[in-house]
């Protein structure tokens, strides 16, 4: 069997004495993954102070894609199937490009706070993708809880849009539609090859677009170097779109799409802090409280069987 075919995640996690169940390092791995993506949107913000939006999104997959290169070379890992490429490509397209892009557009207009509680919308969106792809059909009580805390959102966003949506909602929504569209296709393979081939192979399928892509955006867009600027670049490159992406995808091989996806209700919630601490954002009183109430859903998803 190639390297490529073996189990996802290969490094037990311990607790206590003993080796955790399947479940648990699923539910961990999935875990880490939401703290890693929720420090997305305040160090895209860190990016945004030196690069422009094009330039961040391009150089972002580009280094990425270069670190996930690396390794696979180092590792020997034959290249995937051909049946298996297609795959690959819905992941590239949705959180390589798709998901990145949409979200630096959006950020010049909106707060990270803001879009983080937007994106709580995310989970839904994942869950409906993945029963439509994969055929699994969560109970009832999981989409009343789903429901409940994508309705949370739905409220957050018009009450802080003034009753209308403006061009960055608009930018976070197709962001949403996306971004699911990969991790559902991207949590499919993750049974078939590991998180971090999954992502590494979708970021080389990437790469010559996005070298020219570099290039053609730092010679437009003016570039500003700055030491949050760079901290903001290395990790939306080798911190949200590989580390996380491969915990990510490892926790919904193990765990299934809709429950892994549902952990992702306290992304926001995890963003809000980051975005006052490291952003000096001042909440609205609305956001923390609609963080909380999704958050209460993600136990009742968690809870609810398949």
Not at 18 to 25: I, L, M, Q, V
Not at 98 to 123: C, E, I, K
Not at 201 to 206: D, E, K, S, T, V
Not at 246 to 272: D, R
Request: glycine share 10%; hydrophobic share 55%; charged share 10%.
């Amino acid at each position: 069997m190639t390297a490529q075919n073996s189990a996802t995640p290969t490094t037990a996690i311990a607790v206590g004495s003993t080796t955790a169940s399947p479940r648990t390092r699923g539910t961990v791995l999935a875990a880490l993954g939401v703290v890693s993506f929720s420090l997305t949107f305040p160090s895209t913000a860190w990016g945004l102070e030196s690069f422009g939006p094009w330039s961040l999104v391009a150089l972002r997959s580009t280094l990425a894609a270069l670190i996930a290169g690396v390794f696979l070379l180092a590792t020997g890992v034959r290249p995937p199937e051909r049946r298996h490429w297609a795959g690959l490509a819905v992941v590239a397209g949705g959180v390589v490009v798709g998901f990145p892009l949409l979200t630096t557009l959006a950020l010049q207009t909106s707060t990270t706070s803001h879009a983080a509680v937007v994106v709580g919308l995310l989970p839904l969106t994942t869950a409906a993708f993945a029963a439509f792809r994969t055929g699994r059909r969560p109970s009832r009580t999981f989409w009343i809880a789903a429901l409940a805390g994508a309705a949370v959102v739905i409220a957050f966003t018009v009450q802080q849009s003034g009753g209308a949506l403006s061009t960055g909602d608009l930018y976070l929504f197709g962001a949403l539609l996306v971004c699911a569209a990969g991790y559902t296709e991207g949590g499919r393979l993750a049974r078939i090859m590991p998180g971090w081939q999954v992502i590494g192979w979708a970021l080389i399928l990437c790469l010559p677009l996005m070298v020219v892509g570099s290039a053609v955006a730092l010679s437009v867009e003016p570039v500003r170097m700055s030491a949050h600027g760079l901290i903001g670049l290395v990790w939306v490159a080798a911190g949200s779109t590989l580390f996380g992406m491969y915990v990510w995808y490892g926790g919904m091989a193990a765990i299934g799409i809709p429950k892994a996806s549902q952990l992702q209700l306290a992304q926001p919630l995890l963003t809000l802090v980051w975005s006052v601490s490291l952003l000096g954002e001042t909440l609205p009183l609305a956001a923390p409280l609609a963080a909380v109430a999704v958050l209460v859903c993600i136990a009742v998803t968690q809870r609810a069987k398949d």
